[in-house]
């Protein structure tokens, strides 16, 4: 079945180290985004993809970083600079059409103690 | 720059009655809209979507129509269920340039008893 994958679906850590957040899709599509959401907030941007080896930052990317070495792969870590991390982070991809409909996986929740 | 604004929750409705979550939108060029439904704790999947002006998406009996002359795009359903208890977001993207990201709404709650 062609869909994204997370995870793990639950994620703690101590505060003060950086966790890494993975997002697979094998929908041969060409962009992956990630955001976060906050009770209340809605989804806000951090880092998106268009094509491999390039990436962009999204409203909220301090404290983030990201990588995409391949095109299934965009995986995201949270650093120790981001001030308040605890979220549920979810990733999403596109084919790279005019419609940009976004398909996303389940999401990570991230707690940090 | 471009902005969507849905009616905050949370909606509590009873089962069988009318369903109306407001939707504006704010957009430079030409925008493609969507609904998406989040269950709990699951990601975000695509409900219904509108690419063009008087365009109706539709999915699971929930209705929305690209307006416009208003900017809006309000969901609609005749007769809520239990099983559509969920968060429900508005979004916007710009057709071109392609992969641009969604533009989302805050969300709305609903929650249907029976």
């Known amino acids: 079945d062609g869909g994204i994958t997370q995870s793990p679906k639950y994620l703690f850590r101590k505060e003060g180290q950086n966790v890494t957040l993975s997002c697979e899709q094998n929908l041969n599509h060409d962009a992956m985004y990630w955001y976060r959401q906050d009770p209340g907030q809605g989804l806000r941007l951090i880092y998106y993809?268009?094509?491999?080896?390039?990436?962009q930052k999204g409203d909220i990317a301090e404290g983030y970083s990201v990588s995409r070495e391949k095109k299934e792969s965009f995986p995201l870590t949270v650093t120790s600079a981001q001030k308040n991390p605890t979220a549920f982070y979810l990733c999403a991809s596109s084919l790279g059409t005019a419609l940009n409909e976004q398909f996303f996986g389940p999401g990570t929740r991230l707690t940090v103690l | 720059g471009n902005s969507v604004t849905q009616m905050e929750g949370p909606v509590t409705l009873s089962e069988e009655a009318f369903l109306t979550i407001n939707c504006t939108y704010t957009?430079?060029?030409?925008?493609?809209l969507f609904w998406y439904v989040q269950y709990p704790g699951e990601g975000l999947q695509l409900l219904l979507k509108a690419t063009k002006a008087d365009d109706k998406g539709s999915n699971k009996g929930f209705e929305a129509t690209y307006r416009k002359e208003t900017t809006s795009f309000h969901l609609e359903k005749g007769s809520v269920q239990v099983s559509d208890s969920a968060v429900y977001f508005c979004a916007l993207t710009i057709a071109l340039p392609s992969n641009t990201p969604l533009v989302f709404g805050k969300g709305t709650r609903l929650s249907v008893i029976a």
């Open positions: 993809s268009q094509i491999v080896n390039d990436f």
């Open positions: 957009a430079t060029g030409y925008p493609s």
